[in-house]
């Protein structure tokens, strides 16, 4: 029930919104507001913001329609490297910005566990710029060729440990963590030409762009945390940065299945998107592209992967060895990408981070700043905080069915058995 009210409302937010935006701009052009005939100088369109909503504030991509949006004035492209700016959307033709005033937490992961939310939720503007002079203006800054920050992508399989490990990295304070930024959403759209090299180009400006080096602070890394339902083009994303380390977190599929069962009524859109892949093929494709950050076409590969199990928990199982498949062919790459499991980081967490920041490159000394983001909720704040979803049971186990479901995924996946438990490969 309440997924379908937040569906209506949704409806009538863009019903308001179509109206408004019409009238809006018909107004723009008759008094010379037309942001369209802007020179470059003055290319950056700042809006205020009347109202916003998202469909859903952690699974639904970041759009220039979560707001409704009046005219604020016209300035340099150049306002895009203000410290409190960041970017909150990329297409081809354009870029936006979102500007947030005195409150400079958008990326806090230790105050806002995931940033699409955290940036709806904080921006007091909205910055609209053409996708070509923000490249003409990173072109005559050289931003890139003066670019030498770490970028590091965490790809995962949720409810696997990833934002709290975004909040160990960021409790360093020579870290700055991005936790499933919308950018990520966008970057999937352009998966068919991501071997064409303007393309890999322009997606690792945006990624520059959004991983922005702090005023008068020292960073050691830039840590962007991926959906686990983008790990399919996980091998795509390692490769724009081919120097850098990455990593990947999981959990035993025992712990994965109980915890994320936990968070169905948590977002209600889940059952809903679910059914919808079954009903219609470009249904699902759309869902798949726009919620899942999977390519086109997907949706009919994922339903023959689901009816290799049989088990009531077959497609969780699917899911959570989709994502390991796509940590495993960035790893046959030859992708610098190794693997964290949860179980070892609470066991051990001195000794599994140190294996961690050796591998990022990451100084270890900084290690007792972190030590006590375990004892916080890594999502409170959020619909998916552990006071809101209830207590795990003590054990969690897999049933011979599981198990068998787990073997079948994997021969289906072409990747190792991990049906008796075994590590994933690369794990550290």
Known sequence: MQAILRVLVYVLYLLVHLVYTAIRNLYWKVTGLDPESAPYERSAHVLGICARWKLDLITSPNLLEDFILCHHGFVHPDWIFREDVSLYQVTSSRMVFVQ??????????????????????????????????????????????????????????????????????HSTQECVAYSEPGVVNDAYRFWTRFNDPATRDFLKTSFMLLCKKPQNRHVAAHVV???????????????????????????????????????????????????????????????????????????????????????????????????????????????????????????????????????????????????????????????????ALGRESQKASLTPQNREDMRRVCEFLDIPDLSNGADVPGTL
């Not at 992961?109 to 053409?130: T, Y």
């Not at 409810?159 to 975004?166: A, F, I, V, Y």
């Not at 759309?286 to 928990?313: A, E």
């Open 225 to 387: 945390k991926v959906a686990s339902s983008g790990s399919y083009l996980l091998p795509f994303l390692y490769s724009l940065f081919p120097d850098t380390p990455d990593l990947f977190m999981y959990r035993t599929a025992a712990a994965k299945l109980q915890s994320h069962t936990r968070i169905l009524k948590s977002i209600p859109l889940v059952i809903p998107l679910g059914l919808a892949f079954y009903i219609n093929d470009r249904l699902s494709d759309y869902l798949h592209v726009t919620f899942l950050l999977r390519p086109p076409g997907m949706s009919d590969y994922c339903r023959k992967l689901v009816k290799t199990t049989r088990g009531f928990f077959g497609p969780l199982l699917a899911d959570y060895l989709f994502c390991i498949q796509g940590y495993i062919r960035s790893r046959d790459n030859g992708d610098n990408v190794a693997a964290i499991k949860y179980e070892d980081l609470v066991a051990e967490p001195t000794v599994t981070l140190g294996r961690v920041f050796s591998h990022c490159g990451i100084p270890t000394d900084l290690i007792p700043r972190t030590l006590g983001v375990f004892a916080v909720d890594s999502q409170a704040g959020s619909p998916l905080m552990g006071r």
């Open 100 to 169: 947030t005033g005195n409150d400079t937490s958008v990326w806090d992961v230790s105050r806002e566990p995931f940033s699409k939310p955290a940036q709806h939720r904080l921006a007091r503007r909205v910055i609209v710029i053409p996708t070509e002079h923000v490249l003409r203006l990173v072109r005559e800054t050289r931003y890139v060729d003066r670019y030498r920050d770490k970028i590091i992508f965490v790809g995962n399989t949720a409810r696997c440990g990833s934002t709290l490990l975004c909040q160990i990295l």
